[in-house]
């Protein structure tokens, strides 16, 4: 995920009532984009007001009349910079599909090819066959953070999320279940948790407040920063104008250095240590590998809050689908894409320099042989893969792309379960964390064998509890519990197992051994023999993750997110840093987890933003 900003004024409102002050005034936030090619008069003029929200578009006046529109294209006869332009969108994850509606509002004839039999990829709920009827399961997505980023991809056709999507705040956030059987709340109301903090260790209340002020400041600057401009080189990280409002409002050095640091600045208690840090599970990190800026994760469920779709996360996707539909985009499903095609064009490695590969991408080939021609090849699927699998035509570059990213660090992977209880679980929330009470023992390695999950060991794992919002995801005195058990990726577990000099054990004992550790920990911490009230249950393994959505060693929360995976150092935009070069093939583009921004479905859709106004800038030139 799942870190974001909040486009907001000077000051950010920690939940109900309290405001932050910042040390320095809101930069960067709204923007003004003024497009105009007279020289050609064939290239539209378009202005985005300072809300982000009207914008007219004034076309060609040689081409088409001067006509103009205010922003949303739907049942408009105008031109925009895609028209007469076709675009293909590799994949319908949440990236693909908002992609989709922003370059069918331009005007582009986007074709979304999907090679699943429904759309969402990772977001969505699902309801198992077999005895688990009637109980509705978000299998991917289940917090849904920062609701301004989804409210603004719908803002930016011109429609309103609230037509397509309804949203509740899920209150309180979070429980968190420490090892020693004793739970905290991320609270909402400051002055409740300052209280509920106070109780644990003297003056952490007043602590806490002096934390999240930071924390949320480095939201706020560090999204201005790096997230909604894209970064593409160190220069970047010396860019006074980019990095000095960040610089000022939070110490630096605690920035950088590990998130564990900088709690224990903080904070005596493992335990209130642990609350604000174990948010780091989101991007593949650990408290103690994760630079300190990734408070801004905690920051955004205390101060924007956590939300629920209603209905589940398929409204997501579903409200994402509707929103490309309306726009004109199809989708076509079952249709996998095997290579993305390009060709050479002469002169222009030359005329671009830089890392170009003279090559500009001509449409797709899918699986079935078809071959689709298109201007613009937008590609969402998990990146690592796209370079591994789809771009043979771009030869030694790719490859050695390829081989790059096959070498980074990858986030987890995890073994989901879906279990029907014919009970409530009484003692917990909507959203649940259990905590090892080895906490920094936990996180490092990841389970990679079945002894890792023997007792007493504990673990760290997420349990999401819905009916304690929408009655209506179980039949009634049920419920439909998930649990995320992080496990390592696969290729991390391959390697755990050869340096400890064990076989790599099956995916079937994996899972029983966690199913054991689990059961027991609910057992020990007195919510009951949870065996006793299953009465269905389907699970994920991590080669499933790689198999069902194409994810590279099943790290379901792709690429991770450590310094040198972020911002310019993370895939796949040309950067200025020789060694990190990417491969720039004209007209590709690539949105999604493992690109910038990163993982979780607001950066995602954060991303798009970013490359649509790319790809607007490069056809609006073209
Ligand atoms: C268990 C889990 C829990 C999560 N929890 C949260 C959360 O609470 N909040 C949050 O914000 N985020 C969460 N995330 C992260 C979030 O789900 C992802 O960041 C986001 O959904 C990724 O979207 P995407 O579009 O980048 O990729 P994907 O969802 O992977 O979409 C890519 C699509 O491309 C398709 N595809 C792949 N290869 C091909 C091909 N060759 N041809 C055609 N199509 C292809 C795939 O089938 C897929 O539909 C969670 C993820 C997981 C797995």
Same mark, same amino acid.
């Given at each position: 995920?799942?870190?974001?900003?909040?486009?907001?004024?000077?000051?950010?409102?920690?939940?109900?009532?309290?405001?932050?002050?910042?040390?320095?005034?809101?930069?960067?936030?709204?923007?003004?984009?003024?497009?105009?090619?007279?020289?050609?008069?064939?290239?539209?003029?378009?202005?985005?007001?300072?809300?982000?929200?009207?914008?007219?578009?004034?076309?060609?006046?040689?081409?088409?009349?001067?006509?103009?529109?205010?922003?949303?294209?739907?049942?408009? #006869?105008? =031109?925009?910079?895609? *028209?007469?332009?076709?675009?293909?969108?590799? +994949?319908?994850?949440?990236?693909? %599909? !908002?992609? $989709?509606?922003?370059?069918?509002?331009?005007?582009?004839?986007?074709?979304?090819?999907?090679?699943?039999?429904?759309?969402?990829?990772?977001?969505?709920?699902?309801?198992?066959?077999?005895?688990?009827?009637?109980?509705?399961?978000?299998?991917?997505?289940?917090?849904?953070?920062?609701?301004?980023?989804?409210?603004?991809?719908?803002?930016?056709?011109?429609?309103?999320?609230?037509?397509?999507?309804?949203?509740?705040?899920?209150?309180?956030?979070?429980?968190?279940?420490?090892?020693?059987?004793?739970?905290?709340?991320?609270?909402?109301?400051?002055? #409740?948790? =300052?209280?509920?903090? *106070?109780?644990?260790?003297?003056?952490?209340? +007043?602590?806490?407040?002096?934390? %999240? !002020?930071? $924390?949320?400041?480095?939201?706020?600057?560090?999204?201005?920063?790096?997230?909604?401009?894209?970064?593409?080189?160190?220069?970047?990280?010396?860019?006074?104008?980019?990095?000095?409002?960040?610089?000022?409002?939070?110490?630096?050095?605690?920035?950088?250095?590990?998130?564990?640091?900088?709690?224990?600045?903080?904070?005596?208690?493992?335990?209130?240590?642990?609350?604000?840090?174990?948010?780091?599970?989101?991007?593949?990190?650990?408290?103690?590998?994760?630079?300190?800026?990734?408070?801004?994760?905690?920051?955004?469920?205390?101060?924007?809050?956590?939300?629920?779709?209603?209905?589940?996360?398929?409204?997501?996707?579903?409200?994402?689908?509707?929103?490309?539909?309306?726009? !004109?985009?199809?989708?076509?499903?079952?249709?996998?894409?095997?290579?993305?095609?390009?060709?050479?064009?002469?002169?222009?490695?030359?005329?671009?320099?830089?890392?170009?590969?003279?090559?500009?991408?001509?449409?797709?080939?899918?699986?079935?042989?078809?071959?689709?021609?298109?201007?613009?090849?937008?590609?969402?699927?998990?990146?690592?893969?796209?370079?591994?699998?789809?771009?043979?035509?771009?030869?030694?570059?790719?490859?050695?792309?390829?081989?790059?990213?096959?070498?980074?660090?990858?986030?987890?992977?995890?073994?989901?379960?879906?279990?029907?209880?014919?009970?409530?679980?009484?003692?917990?929330?909507?959203?649940?964390?259990?905590?090892?009470?080895?906490?920094?023992?936990?996180?490092?390695?990841?389970?990679?064998?079945?002894?890792?999950?023997?007792?007493?060991?504990?673990?760290?794992?997420?349990?999401?509890?819905?009916?304690?919002?929408?009655?209506?995801?179980?039949?009634?005195?049920?419920?439909?519990?998930?649990?995320?058990?992080?496990?390592?990726?696969?290729?991390?577990?391959?390697?755990?197992?050869?340096?400890?000099?064990?076989?790599?054990?099956?995916?079937?004992?994996?899972?029983?051994?966690?199913?054991?550790?689990?059961?027991?920990?609910?057992?020990?911490?007195?919510?009951?023999?949870?065996?006793?009230?299953?009465?269905?249950?389907?699970?994920?393994?991590?080669?499933?993750?790689?198999?069902?959505?194409?994810?590279?060693?099943?790290?379901?929360?792709?690429?991770?997110?450590?310094?040198?995976?972020?911002?310019?150092?993370?895939?796949?935009?040309?950067?200025?840093?020789?060694?990190?070069?990417?491969?720039?093939?004209?007209?590709?583009?690539?949105?999604?987890?493992?690109?910038?921004?990163?993982?979780?479905?607001?950066?995602?859709?954060?991303?798009?933003?970013?490359?649509?106004?790319?790809?607007?800038?490069?056809?609006?030139?073209?």
């Amino acid at each position: 995920m799942w870190m974001d900003g909040r486009e907001g004024g000077r000051h950010g409102r920690a939940s109900d009532g309290l405001t932050i002050a910042r040390t320095v005034p809101k930069v960067f936030v709204d923007r003004v984009a003024v497009m105009v090619s007279m020289a050609t008069m064939s290239a539209p003029v378009r202005v985005q007001g300072k809300d982000g929200k009207r914008r007219l578009t004034i076309t060609s006046a040689r081409a088409s009349g001067l006509v103009a529109r205010t922003s949303g294209r739907a049942n408009v #006869a105008c =031109r925009g910079v895609g *028209d007469g332009k076709t675009a293909i969108v590799v +994949g319908g994850g949440v990236g693909g %599909l !908002g992609m $989709a509606s922003r370059l069918a509002n331009e005007g582009f004839d986007v074709t979304v090819l999907e090679k699943r039999e429904d759309v969402g990829g990772r977001c969505r709920s699902e309801e198992f066959a077999g005895g688990g009827e009637g109980y509705r399961f978000d299998t991917g997505p289940s917090l849904l953070l920062l609701p301004d980023r989804y409210r603004e991809q719908f803002e930016s056709v011109g429609e309103k999320m609230e037509d397509y999507l309804d949203i509740e705040r899920v209150d309180p956030a979070y429980r968190a279940h420490f090892g020693d059987h004793s739970t905290l709340d991320l609270l909402y109301d400051i002055e #409740a948790m =300052r209280k509920q903090l *106070d109780d644990v260790e003297f003056g952490a209340g +007043g602590k806490y407040i002096d934390w %999240l !002020g930071r $924390a949320r400041a480095s939201l706020d600057y560090g999204v201005a920063a790096f997230i909604e401009r894209d970064a593409n080189s160190i220069l970047d990280f010396v860019d006074l104008s980019r990095v000095g409002p960040l610089a000022l409002a939070v110490n630096p050095v605690d920035l950088l250095l590990p998130q564990f640091n900088q709690m224990a600045k903080y904070f005596k208690d493992e335990r209130l240590r642990a609350l604000f840090s174990y948010q780091e599970l989101y991007v593949g990190l650990s408290p103690y590998n994760a630079p300190g800026v990734f408070s801004l994760l905690a920051a955004t469920e205390l101060t924007d809050g956590v939300w629920y779709p209603k209905g589940g996360f398929t409204k997501v996707r579903e409200s994402l689908n509707a929103l490309a539909d309306k726009k !004109g985009a199809k989708v076509k499903l079952g249709s996998e894409v095997s290579e993305i095609l390009t060709e050479e064009v002469s002169g222009l490695a030359e005329s671009k320099g830089g890392s170009h590969t003279g090559r500009k991408v001509i449409g797709v080939r899918l699986a079935s042989g078809e071959v689709m021609n298109a201007d613009v090849v937008v590609a969402n699927p998990d990146l690592p893969c796209v370079w591994d699998q789809m771009l043979d035509s771009v030869g030694e570059p790719a490859k050695k792309e390829s081989e790059k990213w096959d070498d980074a660090e990858y986030s987890c992977s995890v073994i989901e379960f879906n279990w029907c209880l014919n009970k409530k679980l009484p003692d917990l929330l909507h959203h649940n964390v259990f905590l090892s009470s080895d906490y920094k023992g936990s996180w490092d390695p990841r389970p990679s064998t079945v002894d890792d999950f023997a007792a007493p060991r504990q673990h760290n794992f997420y349990c999401h509890n819905p009916v304690y919002t929408d009655e209506t995801c179980a039949p009634e005195g049920g419920s439909s519990i998930m649990i995320l058990l992080p496990v390592a990726n696969i290729r991390e577990q391959e390697k755990n197992c050869k340096k400890r000099g064990v076989p790599v054990p099956t995916e079937e004992e994996m899972v029983a051994a966690g199913r054991e550790a689990i059961l027991r920990r609910f057992k020990e911490a007195g919510h009951g023999d949870l065996s006793e009230m299953i009465v269905h249950e389907s699970v994920t393994t991590p080669t499933e993750w790689r198999e069902k959505f194409n994810i590279k060693h099943g790290a379901v929360f792709g690429l991770s997110h450590g310094l040198l995976q972020l911002a310019a150092f993370r895939p796949p935009v040309r950067t200025g840093i020789k060694q990190l070069d990417s491969p720039v093939v004209d007209g590709l583009h690539f949105v999604g987890a493992s690109t910038r921004p990163g993982n979780g479905v607001p950066l995602v859709l954060m991303g798009v933003k970013v490359v649509a106004e790319a790809i607007m800038k490069e056809q609006s030139m073209a």
